[in-house]
């Protein structure tokens, strides 16, 4: 498993880009999407939400469970990717590039966000 260096991690199992213009993209990791199996079902915090970092925003459901989406930052969901919610299985097959999960306006960010190895090391 490989998880891209320029982006960083909850201990809640999702990833955030860097912002730009203020906007960072949010998804979950690829020993995530392994952990949960084939995903069926995504639900999504709606354009106009706002979230908050460590809490529920979601819900994704695969053959093997229901599992909780959290928002690893505070701010506004500024768009949310239906490309995933038409095709979950994106979710899977391209954790960090098309299954993205939504995209927020952040205006809090936590100082917990773990790098790329720190995230590694945690999910052993």
Not at 48 to 71: F, N, P
Not at 92 to 114: H, I, Y
């Amino acid at each position: 498993m490989s998880n891209p260096q320029q982006l960083r991690y909850s201990k809640e199992h999702e990833w955030l880009s860097a912002a730009e213009d203020g906007v960072s993209t949010v998804g979950i990791t690829e020993h995530a999407a392994n952990a949960l199996g084939d995903v069926v079902y995504v639900q999504l915090p709606e354009v106009g939400d706002t979230v908050t970092a460590g809490e529920t925003c979601g819900e994704l459901e695969s053959t093997k469970s229901v599992s909780d989406l959290y928002s690893p930052v505070t701010g506004e969901v500024v768009e949310a990717n239906q490309d995933v919610v038409d095709d979950p299985s994106l979710v899977n097959s391209a954790p960090f590039e098309g299954g993205w999960l939504f995209k927020v306006r952040v205006a809090e960010e936590p100082k917990d966000l773990l790098s790329a190895a720190e995230y590694t090391d945690f999910a052993s």
